[in-house]
C-alpha cells in the first residue's frame, strides 16, 4: 500500500484512508462495498479489471477513482467514456449519491460489462446511468454532463477526437494519464489548442490527472 498511497499511513482503517483523498461517509462506505462483493462475483466470469489489481481493490481503484471528485466536488453531473469495470464512474456515483440531485452517466461499448454497471448500480442504490453504445455515438450523454472522464482508455489524441468538440464553455474534462502523459500532451499540441491543469496522482507516483477546457482545433 506504500507504494501506491504513499502520503497514507500504513495500518490505518481502509475508511480514513478513503478520506485523506476525499469524504466518505458511512453511508458511501456501504455502497462501496456492494460493489466490491459483485465485482468479484462477476469478476469470477468476465474480466472486467486486472485479476492482478482485485486485492487492491480500495487503493488502486477506489481511491484513485476518489481524486476525481476531490478535484470537482461541486459537480454534480459526469461522464464517464469507456466505463468498463465501473472505474471511475461508478466510484464517482456513490460518492455524490444523495447529497443534491446529481446523475453520472456511464458509457461502455460492451454488453457484458454494460449488464454489471446496471446491475451494480441498481445494487449500490446510485444515480448512475448506463448506456450500452460507442463513444462516437454518445454526443447528447458527453454535453449533458459537466464533466467527462477517462481512466486508462485511449490516447489523449483519441480522448479530443471524442470529445473536443464538446469540451467548450464550463464543461471541462478529467483524463486520468500514466507515466506517459506529457509526451500525450505534445502529441495533440499540432492540431489542438485547449487550457490545461495538471494535477499530480495520489496513488500513483508516476501519473497524472489532466483537467482539459476551452478546447479547440488549431
Known amino acids: 500500500m506504500a507504494d501506491l498511497m504513499p502520503n497514507l499511513k500504513a495500518g490505518q482503517p481502509v475508511l480514513e484512508q478513503l478520506n485523506e483523498i476525499h469524504p466518505v461517509s458511512r453511508e458511501t462506505m456501504v455502497r ?24 487492491e481493490f480500495w487503493e488502486r ?6 481524486q476525481l471528485v476531490s ?5 454534480r453531473s459526469w461522464t464517464d467514456l ?10 464517482i456515483a456513490a460518492a455524490i ?35 450500452n453504445t460507442r463513444i462516437e455515438s454518445a454526443t447528447e450523454q458527453i454535453t449533458a454532463a459537466e464533466v467527462i472522464t477517462a481512466r486508462a482508455l485511449a490516447p489523449l489524441v483519441r ?14 474534462a478529467l483524463f486520468m494519464k500514466g507515466r506517459d502523459f506529457r509526451r500525450e500532451i505534445e502529441d495533440c499540441r499540432g492540431d489542438w ?23 479547440s482545433r488549431r
Not at 159 to 172: H, I, K, M, N, Q
Not at 198 to 209: K, W
Open 193 to 215: 489548442k485547449f487550457d490545461l491543469v495538471e494535477h499530480p496522482s495520489r496513488i500513483d507516483p508516476a501519473g497524472c490527472i489532466l483537467e482539459i477546457a476551452s478546447v
Open 159 to 172: 480522448l479530443l477526437d471524442w470529445t473536443g468538440a464538446c469540451l467548450t464553455g464550463s464543461r471541462t
Open 82 to 91: 469507456g466505463s468498463g469495470g465501473g472505474f471511475p464512474g461508478l466510484v
Open 71 to 75: 478535484i470537482k466536488p461541486e459537480v
Open 32 to 55: 462501496l462495498t456492494a460493489y466490491r462483493d459483485l465485482l468479484y462475483k462477476w469478476q469470477a466470469k468476465t474480466n472486467l479489471v486486472s485479476p492482478a489489481t482485485l486485492p
Open 97 to 131: 449519491a444523495g447529497e443534491r440531485p446529481a446523475s453520472v452517466r456511464l458509457i461502455e461499448s460492451n454488453q457484458k460489462k454494460s449488464a454489471f454497471l446496471r446491475q451494480a448500480a441498481s445494487r449500490m442504490g446510485v444515480p448512475a446511468s448506463v448506456f
Open 61 to 66: 481503484h477506489v481511491a484513485d477513482s476518489l
